[in-house]
């Protein structure tokens, strides 16, 4: 009896335990990673192999740790063909983590913490909202951080072109300028130029280091720049005149959106303010008056009414979204 009594305050405590091992190793995984890759690309960057062989070798001689545990536990999922898709959305979003790491975080969010909810509260609404908000909010994130890179990369553009043309104009031949480029700009334009740059040195031919940039960064403004490159390469031409053109149509692509944003902005506060009203009424009645709302949750008509609330929600803010998003 006294070992049945003592049976919620065990689960409880080990499901805080959980919480705080998988908080801690996303933590670690995020912040650590992202210092420890840098300084390895930066070694293996560099013209000496032992200048960076040394440490790798030190590195895996090291304990796992965390670390080691969640890789190996990863690793489940390493022969899925989708690991590898989800691993070049990882690249391009610059997030620490390999395909199956990504799958590895999604099973855990999507189906181990909404099953141990269930259960502590044997509460299926909240398992079931929990399990599609752990499956849905990982590609949101990844989505996000895709989308705020490349928006970073477009904004940059415009100077590592303007550099990349008064390095042609100065005599510098197309790689000397694109390491400049690496060396002068900020990340992530530094980063991608700097690996083209890599693979160039590796072996790899400057067509095919352009075309794996831009499967990595997938920017119509870099595409115009690649297709000019390689085009300029195969046929001639003063390619630093070609650069200043395109340099001169991303500059004025840039100015462009800036406008159609500023024009947009009292739609985009309109479909914000109409999206938000419904929740905000909502909550303020129910803090009013409770057992006024309360049948909504409660009566399956009101249940109905939520249901078709949330959906027509969604298809609105879809629409506004649809309406103020002008393409340049």
């Excluded at 650590?32 to 930066?42: D, F, I, N």
């Excluded at 192999?49 to 080691?68: I, N």
């Excluded at 991608?192 to 831009?214: P, Q």
Aim: proline content about 4%; some cysteine.
């Amino acid at each position: 009896m006294a070992f049945s009594a003592q049976m919620p305050i065990i689960i409880i405590a080990c499901s805080f335990l959980t919480a705080a091992f998988f908080l801690l190793g996303v933590l670690k995984m995020t912040l650590g990673r992202r210092a420890s890759v840098a300084e390895r690309l930066k070694r293996i960057a560099s013209d000496s192999p032992e200048a960076y062989s040394t440490p790798v070798r030190e590195e895996k001689k090291k304990s796992p740790g965390l670390r080691g545990w969640f890789k190996q536990a990863s690793r489940v999922f390493s022969s899925f063909s989708y690991a590898r898709s989800l691993e070049k959305e990882m690249i391009r979003a610059d997030l620490p983590l390999r395909g199956e790491e990504f799958l590895f975080l999604l099973v855990c969010t999507a189906l181990f913490l909404p099953l141990l909810v269930w259960f502590l509260t044997s509460n299926i609404g909240l398992t079931v909202v929990l399990g599609l908000a752990g499956l849905t909010l990982p590609f949101l994130w990844l989505r996000q951080a895709k989308r705020k890179r490349i928006e970073r990369f477009n904004e940059q553009m415009g100077s590592g072109l303007s550099i990349l043309t008064n390095s042609l104009r100065a005599g510098y031949s197309f790689l000397q300028a694109v390491e400049l480029v690496s060396q002068e700009s900020p990340s992530p334009l530094a980063d991608e130029f700097g690996l083209l740059m890599r693979e160039i040195k590796l072996g790899v031919t400057t067509e095919e280091a352009l075309y794996h940039l831009g499967e990595r960064v997938p920017s119509p403004d870099l595409e115009l720049l690649i297709t000019a490159v390689v085009i300029q390469r195969q046929l001639g031409g003063n390619l630093a005149e070609i650069i200043d053109n395109i340099s001169h149509t991303i500059r004025e692509r840039i100015r462009i959106k800036g406008e159609v944003k500023t024009l947009t902005a009292q739609g985009r506060i309109s479909g914000i303010i109409i999206g938000l009203l419904p929740i905000a009424i909502i909550a303020m009645i129910f803090v009013i008056n409770p057992q006024y709302m309360s049948l909504l949750f409660t009566h399956p008509w009101g249940r109905f009414m939520i249901a078709y609330g949330v959906v027509s929600e969604f298809i609105g803010i879809m629409i506004v979204r649809k309406v103020v998003n002008v393409e340049v």
